[in-house]
Each structure stands twice: as C-alpha cells, then as structure tokens.
C-alpha cells in the first residue's frame, strides 16, 4: 500500500535537497572569485530569497521542527539568514561552512524519517500482512 502523503512529502524533500545543493553550488562560486561583484552578490540574494520560501512552504507541509541535538538552532534558517557574503570575515565564513554541513545533516535526517515511514506504511499493507502469513505458515 503506496501512502500517498508520504510518497508526496518524500518527493518535496529530495527537490529541496536538490535545491540546496544547488544553492550551495552559486555560494560556492560566487566566494571563490577574488572580488564579488554587485551582480554575484545580488544573484546570490535573490537565490537566498527563493530557496528560504521554499524552505517555508517546506516546513509548513512536513510540519518539521529543528531538534537541537550539537547546536541550538536550526542550520538551513542560519544559512538563510545571511544578509550578504561581499564581506563577511574568515570567522563567519567558516561558521557558514560548518552551518552548511550541519544543514545537509538536518535535511537528510529528514528525509530519513521520511523514508522509514514509507516503509513503515508499506509493511502495514493488509495484502503484505497477508502473503507474510502465508508465507510464514508454509516455512
């Protein structure tokens, strides 16, 4: 038996992954260039922007909150609330690395528990019960 939220909310899950990584990627590049020109910078932002509306759309359909487990809050809101990266100093750009690890960490817990509760709905399935059972009493 195939639950269709979860398939739904697994789905939205891995296209934000794929989004961050994406995401991740233009931040990459943008500060590994010498010199970040207004344009990176506002390419970067409006990038920021887009990806932090869909974190919250994303939050608001998963209904998922931030456990603190090594830090206190949530890594992908860190990461989103960056105002700018032109000039930001070593200290904050290697905190910002480490909110980037610690994000991807969070979002592939989740989609963790997304997938063990598929699997979890399909061991339910009163036709899997069945031909278990089955299966069992002729072993």
């Known amino acids: 038996m195939i639950d ?13 992954l794929e989004l961050w990584g994406k995401f991740h990627a233009i931040y990459t590049e943008t500060i590994s260039k010498e010199i970040i020109s207004r344009e990176d910078e506002e390419r970067f ?16 359909a998963l209904d998922f909150r931030y456990m603190p487990h090594a830090r206190l809050t949530d890594p992908v809101t860190d990461v989103l609330a960056l105002k700018g990266i032109g000039f930001m100093s070593e200290k904050n750009l290697k905190k910002l690395n480490e909110d980037w690890r610690d994000s991807c960490v969070f979002l592939n817990n989740i989609l963790e528990q997304l997938k063990n509760a598929r699997k979890r709905a399909e061991e339910l399935n009163p036709i899997g019960v069945f031909f278990r059972k089955v299966v069992a009493r002729c072993s």
């Open 4 to 16: 269709k939220k979860i398939e739904s909310e697994v789905k939205a899950m891995k296209n934000f």
């Open 45 to 60: 932002l409006d990038t920021l922007r887009m990806i932090k509306g869909r974190y919250e759309e994303l939050k608001g």
